[in-house]
């Protein structure tokens, strides 16, 4: 089962533009929610969190909002700049029994950015 | 380079050998897993070490899969008698526990994995 999905493989923004990446989970014991950006041939680099409690979080060009009720996240990106081009995954926590959390998170299938100059 | 690092980048075995990567967290991490990443899919979360301690496994790894982390160092992923199935990126990850435990995960240029 895929407790985290990204419905749109692919989003082509014109240089400039907002480009807005969507995410929705199922698992209601997600408490912290990142997206991570990978180039090809490199490993995930985390871009921005945000922790359920909160809707949302801003980083220079970076937003993301999260809607718990319709169990949904997003990322903003303004303005977009080629160099932003990649895959972009949602990834999410869970919290265990008893409240601890190991970090182990549960990763989307990935969107794949592309900003055109 | 203080980043997390993985040995080989590349590896291409054939089906029923055994394959052994490492990977090399930040050395103040104490936290490390290993995930594995299939084309058009995201990493999917194969074990976690806390120290030396390997506090969970998914039920992805097989017995065929074992992970070591002596010391709380350097961690290794051995695969046996390896699968086509087993082809795949490799990606090894660390983060550091600390209050609040929402350190993100810092990931290495992964270990791709072709069997033939």
């Known amino acids: 089962d895929q407790q985290v999905k990204q419905n749109s493989p692919s989003l082509s923004v014109q240089e400039g533009r907002i480009s807005i990446l969507n995410c929705d989970y199922t698992n209601s014991m997600f408490d912290y929610f990142l997206w991570y950006k990978k180039y090809p041939a490199e490993g995930p680099t985390f871009l921005i969190s945000?922790?359920?409690?909160?809707d949302k979080n801003e980083d220079g060009r970076f937003t993301v909002f999260l809607n718990k009720s319709a169990k949904h996240l997003s990322l903003h990106i303004v303005p977009s700049q080629p160099g932003d081009s990649a895959v972009y995954f949602c990834?999410?926590?869970?919290?265990?029994?008893?409240?601890?959390?190991?970090?182990?998170?549960?990763f989307g299938q990935g969107t794949i950015l592309t900003v055109h100059p | 380079d203080t980043g997390v690092s993985q040995d080989p980048r590349h590896k291409i075995t054939k089906r029923g050998q055994n394959v052994t990567f490492r990977c090399d967290p930040i050395s103040e991490h104490n936290r490390l897993y290993w995930y594995r990443q299939t084309l058009g899919q995201g990493p999917e979360f194969l074990t976690y070490f806390q120290n030396e301690a390997q506090l969970e496994k998914s039920r992805l790894l097989s017995d065929r899969f074992s992970a070591e982390r002596p010391k709380g160092s350097f961690s290794t992923l051995e695969i046996q008698r390896t699968e086509q199935g087993d082809s795949a990126m490799y990606l090894c990850a660390s983060s550091l526990r600390r209050p609040g435990d929402n350190s993100p995960l810092h990931f290495g240029n992964g270990t791709r994995l072709t069997v033939t």
């Open positions: 945000i922790s359920s409690i909160k």
């Open positions: 990834a999410a926590r869970d919290v265990k029994a008893g409240g601890t959390s190991y970090g182990k998170l549960t």
